[in-house]
């Protein structure tokens, strides 16, 4: 729908430079246009510029822009899951990256030493849960070489 809706966009513009008055602000919209269509993935300003267009530039251009669908903006199905992807974590407040103290699983750690899980239950410091990811304490991450050994008391005679 994106090439389809560039290339209306253009005959729009041809169209409409018949008549110079309505020539000039045409080519402005449609060029701006055009090139948002290339790089912006937000579904609104496709809108915003959709309505522009559907009164400037090109009646069948516009409506094909109104009514795109946010998978339309993108190039592959890759492309638009993985934007999916982003947008869902985004929602849940996480931004692009997981947050500090997360695993792989979807939860986290908060600084009482719980844990959060990702289906919003919560385990409280002490209590592991048989799906949450062990935890090595300190105790366990010491190795042999960190340990020093006690010193030997020597009398002296």
Known sequence: MKTAAKVLI????????IIPILGIPALVVGISAIK????V???GTIRKWGVAVLLLAGL?????????????????PEDAAAAAALKRRQAMGYGAY????????????DAAGGYHAADGSYYPPGVPS???PLQASSEQLATK????PPAELTEEE
């Open 98 to 109: 997981l947050p500090l103290g997360s695993d792989a699983y979807g939860g986290y750690y």
């Open 145 to 148: 070489d960190d340990e020093v």
């Open 41 to 43: 993935r937000d579904i």
């Open 60 to 76: 069948i251009a516009g409506v094909i822009m109104l009514v795109m669908k946010e998978d339309d903006l993108y190039d592959s």
């Open 10 to 17: 253009i005959i729009g513009m041809i169209l409409r430079c």
């Open 130 to 132: 048989a799906d949450a």
């Open 36 to 39: 948002k269509l290339g790089a």
